[in-house]
């Protein structure tokens, strides 16, 4: 397992941007998947994004395609989720995970990744 500490969350207003950060504690995350999910209050945690370990692959939940992009720097061990044109639907917690390989055939079930971070709040107000 690796280590991720998210940052970047905070209140904005709809319409608005943030972009979150996820650390991971070693190199080797740059052989791992990285993805997004999100749980919103009384929900489950959702799928967002996930990204390949080259970065050279993403998929997108279709609820922010156009708006979120996921990318990653792994001369830095972080990938980071662009988040545009905000909405209050996107208020949750969102939450870094990372697999142990390559992207899971089945990437929107969290039982594919093993190591999650805690967490960062996203609050967009009307």
């Known amino acids: 397992q690796v280590s991720l500490v998210e940052s970047g969350g905070g209140l904005v207003q709809a319409g608005g941007s943030l972009r979150l950060s996820c650390a991971a504690s070693?190199?080797?995350?740059?052989?791992?998947?990285s993805a997004w999910f999100r749980q919103a209050p009384g929900k489950a945690r959702e799928f967002v994004a996930v990204?390949?370990?080259?970065?050279?692959?993403?998929y997108h939940a279709d609820s922010v395609k156009g708006r979120f992009t996921i990318s990653r720097d792994n001369a830095k061990n972080t990938v980071y989720l662009q988040m545009n044109s905000l909405k209050p639907e996107d208020t949750a917690v969102y939450y870094c995970?990372?697999?142990?390989?390559?992207?899971?055939?089945?990437?929107?079930?969290?039982?594919?990744?093993?190591?999650w971070g805690q967490g960062t709040q996203v609050t967009v107000s009307a």
């Open positions: 995970a990372a697999s142990t390989g390559a992207i899971p055939i089945v990437y929107t079930d969290t039982n594919y990744y093993n190591s």
């Open positions: 070693e190199r080797t995350s740059s052989n791992k998947a």
């Open positions: 990204i390949s370990r080259s970065g050279s692959s993403a």
